[in-house]
């Protein structure tokens, strides 16, 4: 009996949807795998069992144990210093076609070192050497960091550069725009005020903010980014400078009779009244100063934290019209009528030093960056994009590490070094006043013995033994301190040597 044909058994087969799709490019790191089968699931490679049958051993026998020293010649190994070590994979499976760190230009890492490692270390304990050898490693280390980081800074520092013969000078800020780039160029604004003028401007600490105080007494505060105005006033008084304070929410405002404070909002909040007829100030910011400059040659030092006074030096050269900065050392550099140039540290009543820049007055000063002022912000130090409870915190932080004004000096390096003047000076003055040496070591006592073992002679031999190991200590350490003293001390008893078996022969 004939069956009627069924549809579709004729048909050639479906490809299968895992065929038909296409293979996965293979990267230059992965290993060449095979194919897998279609339906199957990959997973890990199953260990193959033998199903072969292993022979029996019968029962109540031993097997010898197989020694564990072994006939071959031993070999040397290798120190694990010596041997290659094997790449590295990752989960993937890929290796890492460059391992180890990233190299660093060695002029690239010696321009963060602050140490000259051509000059030889001070022949000193070998405790002290071991030391500073550790804190030279530690710089080195920290040098190539900051170099190897400096690779990830996007922004360059510009410049201006002339034709030749072109003077700069006349180059109009119109010209600069039209050959930057647009990002640089969106930054450029300008601003019309000629009716109360002339001005004097600040930038906050983040770059984001300006002040400006007009010599009729218009103040103002705005966002140059955004043009957003935060207050515009006018104290109906001449303004002779203007700065902002740790934050751009304070601003001091020296006017025409005394110093004021300002908010953000133009309320005043202080008079300070003590700081009159001021003509110039600086902030220090890490140590949280307001420096002033008056009519009257006194350079004062308010501390903004309390409020507090701590030092008004007079400098006896009359009017200070020309104040600045180190931010390096936060020396305060003032310019006189005179020519010269006095810096001064609240901490000293004399100038730290004096310099003779010119015959006649000098009329203004400026210190160098010292690597300040790059075009890449440290968002962690100053964050021109912080919120409002960003800048609290971190208000509060500069507050725990602010640095005492008694540290302000000429080097700052000079304040890890120990000052052994001062040292033996209070060592001598704690003497007088107690009448002895707390920090003397007590004379040795030895302790006595049994079985006739602390006997007089004992004792005395016990002291003596003591004594001469102390003895040996200190004449040990005048060696090693004082190498040069007896290398000088040896030429002349040689060269008299000599001079003497010349006089005999």
């Given amino acids: ?3 009627a044909p069924q549809p579709g058994r004729d048909l050639p087969p479906k490809k299968d949807k895992l065929q038909a799709k296409k293979k996965k490019p293979r990267r230059y790191w992965e290993e060449e795998t095979t194919p897998i089968a279609a339906g199957a699931s990959p997973g890990p490679p199953r260990k193959k069992r033998n ?3 292993r022979p029996q051993r019968p029962k109540n026998t031993r097997t010898p144990k197989k020694s564990r020293i072994s006939n071959k010649p031993q070999v040397p190994k290798k120190s694990l210093e010596w041997r290659n070590p094997e790449p590295q994979q990752i989960l993937s499976g890929a290796q890492d076609p460059f391992p180890g760190p990233a190299p660093v230009p060695v002029e690239m890492a010696q321009k963060f070192r602050r140490t000259d490692k051509s000059k030889k270390l001070p022949y000193s304990k ?7 050898e550790v804190a030279e490693a530690q710089e080195e280390e920290i040098s190539v960091k900051a170099a190897r980081s400096e690779l990830l800074l996007a922004e360059e520092p510009g410049f201006l550069e002339g034709e030749d013969g072109e003077d700069t000078a006349k180059i109009l800020q119109t010209d600069i725009v039209e050959a930057v780039d647009i990002a640089s160029a969106a930054k450029h604004f300008d ?3 000629r009716q109360f003028g002339p001005y004097r401007l600040n930038y906050s600490r983040t770059g984001r903010h300006l002040a400006l105080g007009g010599r009729r007494g218009h103040v103002a505060t705005f966002d140059w980014v955004t043009k957003k105005l935060m207050c515009e006033i006018n104290v109906m008084e001449a303004v002779r400078d203007i700065r902002f304070l740790h934050s751009e929410a304070l601003l001091a405002v020296a006017q025409n009779r005394w110093l004021h404070i300002y908010d953000n909002q133009g309320i005043e909040l202080h008079c300070l009244r003590r700081c009159d007829r001021v003509t110039r100030l600086e902030f220090l910011p890490f140590h949280f100063l307001l420096a002033t400059a008056s009519e009257t040659g006194f350079l004062t030092y308010l501390d903004v934290s309390v409020g507090k006074i701590i030092a008004a030096l007079n400098a006896r050269a009359g009017r200070l019209d020309v104040m600045t900065q180190n931010p390096h050392n936060a020396v305060i550099h003032l310019g006189h009528s005179n020519g010269t140039v006095s ?5 000293v009543k004399e100038p730290l030093a004096k310099i003779l820049c010119h015959r006649g007055g000098v009329r203004a000063v400026a210190v ?14 100053s964050n021109p994009y912080r919120s409002r409870k960003q800048r609290q915190e971190w208000e509060v932080k500069a507050l725990l590490e602010k640095v005492p004004a008694e540290l302000i000096c000429l080097d700052p390096r000079a304040l890890a070094e120990v000052d052994v003047i001062s040292l033996e000076q209070e060592k001598k003055e704690r003497m007088e006043r107690l009448g002895y040496d707390p920090e003397a070591k007590a004379p040795f006592q030895p302790k006595p013995k049994q079985k006739g073992r602390s006997s007089s002679a004992s004792l005395v031999k016990r002291k003596k033994k003591v004594m001469d190991e102390e003895h040996r200590d200190k004449v040990r350490q005048c060696l090693e301190q ?6 000088k001390a040896v030429k002349p008893l040689g060269a008299r040597s000599s001079a003497l078996d ?4």
């Fill in 368 to 381: 160098d960056s010292t690597g300040a002022a790059e075009p890449n912000f440290d968002g962690l130090e």
């Fill in 51 to 53: 199903r072969e049958l």
């Fill in 126 to 132: 070998s405790k002290t050497r071991s030391r500073l």
């Fill in 191 to 193: 601003l019309n005020l």
């Fill in 343 to 347: 810096l001064w540290s609240p901490a």
């Fill in 482 to 487: 004082q190498p040069q003293k007896q290398e």
């Fill in 502 to 505: 010349r006089f005999v022969r």
């Fill in 1 to 3: 009996m004939e069956t």
